[in-house]
């Protein structure tokens, strides 16, 4: 992958506010969407794209989900099938 293309994934990055985050996490009613967990934001909760941005994934919030830190470390750039 080139060096451009490798910046122009990092610039479609999105940083979300905390009521971004908190919207996200009522879809969810604030539980990891891969394991179950309770989360919360600020602390354990992580905003993920269920398609990555690296196989084609978009910032939309039909592609966001919340997974909790230890699913999301695990994840890489692996699409879950949700539970």
């Given at each position: 992958?080139?060096?451009?293309?490798?910046r122009?994934?990092i610039?479609?990055r999105?940083y979300?506010?905390?009521?971004d985050k908190?919207?996200?996490?009522?879809?969810?009613d604030?539980?990891?969407?891969?394991?179950g967990?309770k989360?919360?934001?600020g602390?354990?909760?992580?905003?993920?794209?269920?398609?990555?941005?690296?196989?084609?994934?978009?910032?939309?919030?039909?592609?966001?989900?919340?997974?909790?830190?230890?699913?999301?470390?695990?994840?890489?750039?692996?699409i879950y099938r949700?539970?």
């Amino acid at each position: 992958m080139s060096d451009t293309i490798k910046r122009q994934k990092i610039m479609e990055r999105e940083y979300f506010s905390y009521d971004d985050k908190k919207r996200l996490a009522a879809k969810s009613d604030d539980r990891c969407c891969h394991c179950g967990k309770k989360v919360f934001v600020g602390y354990g909760a992580t905003v993920e794209h269920f398609v990555p941005l690296s196989q084609g994934g978009t910032n939309r919030d039909i592609n966001m989900v919340m997974l909790c830190e230890d699913c999301n470390q695990a994840k890489g750039s692996f699409i879950y099938r949700p539970n």
